[in-house]
């Protein structure tokens, strides 16, 4: 999630559709950090009513509060730490993990790096091309990342350009000229998107969508799923997911 679009409450609600007619949404919190849930918080407050998937980890007073205003939120189980959760959905299988451990002792942790990954796949797994949702998480920080081309990944921290050197490698190996790189960024004075992280992408398909300019059709971006992960013949068989 964005940081809000202070002008113009529709705006936001463009950019995080919430439909409740059909069914609860599942919003997967990637880390409690303020510029990944204030919107909800502040301008789309029906995404406050779906389900939510939230990472167990240190948080501030403001996080705090903002969570006791969700419906119906599910914590990370502490003993799910370092395991793989599969879930299949329609012809995909979405896999979620928690990169990185909360230690109890230490009342602070880079939430950066302790948060949840999401990467999606077709049925066969270990072999077809996936798309990379690491949230804040530098790639060679988020576990059970299997070792297949990644066709779409959302860039890890807007665009940073730290842990450039473990990103150009994974650019390298599992990406080529037809991978596609979503950048989500809102004002910011860290320097998201770096323009090293734009360079060492192969190809020239990138995307980069900052939270508040004026033209809608640049805050939300709907991903046909089936152009980056093209479907298989139906004759092989889906493979159990370890959990």
């Not at 409740?20 to 880390?31: P, R, Y």
């Not at 509060?65 to 502490?78: D, Q």
């Not at 879930?87 to 230690?103: E, M, N, P, Q």
């Not at 949702?133 to 779409?152: A, F, K």
Request: proline share 8%.
């Amino acid at each position: 999630m964005d940081h809000p679009d202070r002008e113009n409450i529709e705006r936001t609600k463009s950019r995080m559709p919430v439909n409740h007619e059909f069914g609860k949404s599942v919003i997967v919190l990637s880390h409690w950090d303020k510029d990944h849930y204030w919107s909800a918080k502040k301008k789309n407050t029906d995404a406050k009513k779906s389900m939510w998937l939230v990472p167990n980890q240190w948080i501030s007073p403001q996080a705090a509060k903002f969570s006791a205003e969700l419906e119906n939120a599910f914590r990370w189980p502490e003993d799910y730490e370092g395991k793989l959760v599969g879930v299949s959905l329609r012809d995909h299988t979405v896999l979620v993990r928690k990169c990185g451990r909360h230690d109890k002792e230490i009342p602070y942790e880079d939430r950066n790096s302790t948060g949840l990954a999401v990467t999606i796949h077709n049925s066969q797994i270990t072999e077809s091309s996936q798309v990379v949702l690491p949230g804040d998480c530098p790639l060679h920080r988020i576990p059970h990342l299997p070792s297949t081309r990644i066709s779409l990944l959302s860039a890890p921290h807007h665009g940073s350009k730290k842990g450039l050197g473990d990103f150009t490698i994974f650019c390298q190996i599992y990406m080529d000229a037809d991978s596609l790189m979503l950048i989500s960024y809102g004002k910011n004075h860290y320097g998201h998107p770096d323009p090293s992280v734009k360079a060492v992408f192969p190809g020239q398909n990138i995307q980069s969508n900052q939270a508040r300019e004026s033209d809608p059709k640049h805050l939300y971006t709907e991903i046909d799923l089936s152009k980056y992960l093209p479907a298989l013949p139906k004759t092989n068989p889906r493979p159990d997911i370890g959990r």
